[in-house]
C-alpha cells in the first residue's frame, strides 16, 4: 500500500533524487517548492523540468513562499549551481503550475487526501506558513519525514545544518506543532555517499533520466565534496523518502530537539537531546533526562541498501 504523500523541496540536486524516488515508490500527491538551494523561481523552474524528463506530469506543482518567515533568503550555489540544478542539459519545462500556491495546496490537500504524509526537504517555510494559517493542520496529517537538522554538527555553521539554518523560526514552528516527526539529519545523510562506483553505475543504465541523474549526481558531488571532502555528495534529500518505505534503510532514536532561533553562532542548531545514548551515538540504556521526545532522529542509515533501491527504482523512468 503506497503511502500518500506531498514533497515540499528546494531543487536542488538530492532534491531531484527524492521525488523520483517517491515518484515509483509513494502515491506521489504533490510537490511543492520553497526558497532554499536557489531563488523560488529557479527550484520551480527546477522541480517543472524534473516531472517532464521523468513523465511525472501527473503529479501537480504549487509554488511557495520566496523566502524565510523572518530572515533574508541564502542560496546554496557553491552545490547547486546558480540554476539550483546546474550540470544536466535539459529542456525547457512547458508544465503548468497548479492554480494554489504551495500553503493552499497543502491545507486543501489535508482536508481530502488521508493519512497525509509531509516531506519538506528545503527550509520549513511552507510548513511553517500552513501551520500559522490553520492550527488545525496537525489533526489531520500521520507523519512529517524531514531532511534537516543534525543530532551532531552542521554544514553552514558547526552547528546548523542548511535547511535548518535558513529558517530556524520556521523550524522552531514545525518541531513544536506536534505532529510525528521523522528528522532525518547530516549525522545519518553523510553515511550515504554518491561515490564514484554508484554514479558509474547510474550512468551504466543509459536512459534519458539516468543520464541527467548521473549528470547532476557528477556536478552535485563536486560541490559537495569541495566543503565535506567526503568522496561523493551526500544522499540527503532521498533518505527523507527512504526513511517512509524500508525501515531497513535507517536506525531512529526518540529525542527531544529544540531548534535554536537566538544565538549569534548556534542559530539553526537543532538541538537533540541524546544523554540517553552511547559515546558513539547508539541506543544505549542511559537514564532519559529533560522534555519528552519530539521526533524520531536518524542515528545509523544503510548505504549499500539505499543505492540498491535507489539504483532500481531509477531503471524505471524513461
Ligand atoms: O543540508 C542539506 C540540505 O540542504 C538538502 O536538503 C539540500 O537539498 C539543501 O536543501
Ligand atoms: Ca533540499
Redesign the pocket.
Known amino acids: 500500500m503506497k503511502l500518500n504523500a506531498i514533497i515540499d523541496c ?1 531543487p ?1 540536486h ?2 531531484v533524487m527524492a521525488i523520483l524516488l517517491a515518484g515509483r515508490t509513494m502515491n506521489l500527491c504533490g510537490i511543492t517548492t520553497v526558497h ?2 536557489a531563488s523560488l523561481e529557479n527550484t520551480t523552474y527546477n522541480a517543472r523540468q524534473v516531472v517532464e524528463f521523468a513523465d511525472l506530469t501527473s503529479v501537480p506543482i504549487a509554488k511557495g513562499n520566496a523566502r524565510p518567515l523572518v530572515r533574508n533568503p541564502q542560496y ?1 550555489p557553491a552545490v547547486h549551481g546558480e540554476t539550483g540544478l546546474d550540470g544536466p542539459n535539459m529542456a525547457p519545462p512547458t508544465v503548468a503550475l497548479h492554480p494554489r500556491n504551495a500553503v493552499d495546496f497543502i491545507l486543501e490537500s489535508s482536508h481530502t487526501i488521508p493519512d497525509l504524509h509531509l516531506l519538506p ?2 527550509p520549513l517555510t511552507n510548513i511553517a506558513a500552513a501551520l500559522n494559517l490553520d492550527p488545525t493542520l496537525p489533526q489531520r496529517v500521520k507523519q512529517i519525514s524531514l ?1 534537516g537538522g543534525s543530532l551532531t554538527w552542521g ?1 553552514i555553521t558547526p552547528a546548523a ?3 535548518i539554518y535558513c529558517d530556524p523560526e520556521a523550524a522552531h514552528v514545525v518541531f513544536t506543532s506536534g505532529i510525528p516527526i521523522k528528522m532525518i539529519g ?1 549525522n545519518a545523510t553523510h553515511q550515504v555517499l554518491a561515490r564514484p562506483e554508484y554514479r558509474r553505475r547510474v550512468r551504466s543504465i543509459g536512459s534519458t533520466t539516468s543520464t541527467h541523474v548521473a549528470d547532476m549526481l557528477d556536478f552535485y558531488s563536486r560541490g559537495e565534496s569541495g566543503g565535506t571532502g567526503l568522496e561523493g555528495g551526500a544522499m ?2 532521498p533518505l527523507a523518502v527512504a526513511a517512509l518505505i524500508d525501515p531497513e534503510i535507517l536506525t531512529f532514536e526518540p529525542m527531544h530537539v529544540a531548534v535554536e532561533y537566538v544565538g549569534s553562532r548556534t542559530a539553526g542548531m537543532t538541538l537533540c537531546d541524546g544523554r540517553h545514548l552511547g559515546t558513539d551515538f547508539r541506543a544505549a540504556k542511559a537514564r532519559r533526562r529533560g522534555e519528552p521526545p519530539n521526533a524520531e532522529v536518524a542515528i545509523i542509515a544503510n548505504e549499500k541498501r539505499f543505492w540498491e533501491l535507489f539504483l532500481d527504482i531509477l531503471a524505471t523512468y524513461p
Open positions: 528546494d536542488g538530492d532534491d532554499g538551494n546554496a526537504i528545503g531532511m554544514n545544518e542548511f535547511n547530516l540527503h534529500d
